[in-house]
């Protein structure tokens, strides 16, 4: 039987979180003869993976021949923002149930993109299912191991990598980061950790108010049985919520499971869920002059920091079925 053309010219295109479609060209004479496709695919070793792999084991999608561009989804659990690379060989299985099999094509490159809305929505829901009853606050507070702060205004930063491998915002929104968790017993903010002694506290209506718009972000745990929900609050208007418009589920501000502001006998009230801890992130800079800052009498509890913690995989609670 006449040897098949190897296929060339591949092309990447319609990349998610978790699927692509992927074309290449062949010769004219292959086109009715080919019945299957073999892809390669193969997550881009880093510095940081198992220099021990076994580097023969393929990673091989056998499909039936269909029109080309084709959709690939769901045959690999494939991650977010993860780079790949792939090369496609075709096939003709003959009356044996042997493949008379083509050359390799040139491997091609390409990097998954980060979780959308749909999928946001998905952890959301996954949130809301153990976010527990809402609690009274009044303050927003932040912790750090110096007193003093550069100038009199904390100004955004990059938010680090910690969460869900896929959440939009790591590594793309600017921020300040603040907690409003509050002990059971006191309403008040813990007197411990994990970020130092010194605690800068403002009083919530500054940050959080009709004029906020309330975005939900992410929803993680790092081995342990806490979960973390991650919020944004963005002034309407601003380009921390022009960012979070395209990107993140939008939350009703005075209804829903995690952080509410809604007006009681005319005056602001605030509630945050009892049953995670709540990660805000504030996309404008903030005045020092309208907090106070002083000194926590409890512990630094180092263990519990997020700072660029990974998510656990493997948690039923807090993963969907698209990747971590």
């Given at each position: 039987?006449?040897?098949l053309?190897?296929?060339?010219?591949?092309?990447?295109?319609?990349?998610?979180?978790?699927?692509?479609?992927?074309?290449?060209?062949m010769?004219?004479?292959?086109l009715?003869?080919?019945?299957h496709?073999?892809?390669d695919?193969?997550?881009?070793?880093n510095k940081n993976?198992?220099?021990?792999?076994?580097?023969?084991?393929?990673?091989?999608?056998v499909?039936?021949?269909?029109?080309?561009?084709?959709?690939?989804?769901?045959?690999?659990?494939?991650?977010?923002?993860?780079?790949?690379?792939?090369a496609v060989?075709t096939?003709?299985?003959?009356?044996?149930g042997?493949?008379?099999v083509?050359?390799?094509?040139e491997?091609?490159?390409f990097?998954?993109?980060?979780?959308?809305?749909?999928?946001?929505?998905q952890?959301?829901e996954?949130?809301?299912?153990?976010?527990?009853?809402?609690?009274?606050?009044?303050?927003?507070?932040?912790?750090h191991h110096?007193?003093?702060h550069c100038?009199?205004?904390?100004?955004?930063?990059l938010k680090?990598?910690?969460?869900?491998?896929?959440?939009?915002?790591?590594?793309?929104?600017?921020?300040?980061?603040?907690s409003?968790?509050t002990e059971?017993?006191?309403?008040?903010?813990?007197?411990?950790?994990?970020?130092?002694?010194?605690r800068?506290?403002?009083?919530?209506?500054?940050?959080f108010?009709p004029?906020?718009?309330?975005?939900?972000a992410?929803?993680?745990?790092m081995?342990?049985?806490?979960?973390?929900a991650?919020?944004?609050?963005?002034?309407?208007?601003?380009?921390?919520?022009?960012f979070?418009?395209?990107?993140?589920?939008?939350?009703d501000?005075?209804?829903?499971k995690f952080?509410?502001c809604?007006?009681?006998d005319g005056?602001?009230?605030?509630?945050?869920a009892?049953d995670?801890?709540l990660?805000?992130?504030?996309?404008e800079?903030?005045?020092?002059?309208?907090?106070?800052?002083?000194?926590i009498?409890?512990?630094?509890?180092m263990?519990?920091?997020?700072a660029?913690?990974?998510?656990?995989?493997?948690?039923?609670?807090?993963?969907?079925s698209?990747g971590?």
């Amino acid at each position: 039987m006449e040897l098949l053309s190897t296929p060339h010219s591949i092309e990447i295109n319609n990349i998610t979180c978790d699927s692509f479609r992927i074309s290449w060209a062949m010769e004219d004479s292959d086109l009715e003869r080919v019945t299957h496709y073999f892809i390669d695919l193969n997550k881009k070793e880093n510095k940081n993976s198992n220099k021990f792999k076994h580097r023969d084991v393929p990673t091989k999608l056998v499909a039936k021949a269909v029109p080309l561009p084709m959709t690939v989804r769901g045959h690999w659990f494939l991650s977010p923002r993860t780079e790949y690379s792939v090369a496609v060989q075709t096939a003709v299985k003959q009356s044996d149930g042997e493949y008379l099999v083509s050359g390799w094509s040139e491997t091609v490159e390409f990097c998954t993109g980060d979780y959308a809305k749909e999928h946001l929505a998905q952890l959301q829901e996954k949130a809301e299912q153990i976010a527990g009853r809402m609690l009274r606050f009044s303050v927003f507070y932040r912790n750090h191991h110096k007193e003093t702060h550069c100038g009199n205004v904390l100004q955004p930063y990059l938010k680090d990598n910690s969460g869900s491998h896929g959440s939009p915002t790591s590594g793309m929104l600017h921020g300040v980061f603040f907690s409003c968790n509050t002990e059971f017993n006191t309403g008040q903010p813990p007197q411990d950790s994990p970020y130092g002694r010194w605690r800068f506290q403002i009083p919530a209506q500054r940050l959080f108010n009709p004029s906020t718009n309330l975005y939900f972000a992410d929803f993680y745990c790092m081995y342990t049985a806490y979960h973390y929900a991650i919020l944004v609050l963005a002034p309407k208007g601003s380009l921390g919520d022009r960012f979070c418009r395209d990107r993140l589920p939008l939350l009703d501000i005075a209804c829903n499971k995690f952080l509410t502001c809604s007006v009681e006998d005319g005056e602001l009230i605030f509630r945050h869920a009892q049953d995670l801890i709540l990660e805000i992130i504030y996309t404008e800079p903030v005045d020092l002059s309208l907090g106070t800052l002083g000194e926590i009498s409890g512990h630094q509890l180092m263990s519990l920091s997020t700072a660029d913690a990974k998510k656990d995989p493997s948690c039923k609670t807090c993963n969907i079925s698209v990747g971590r």
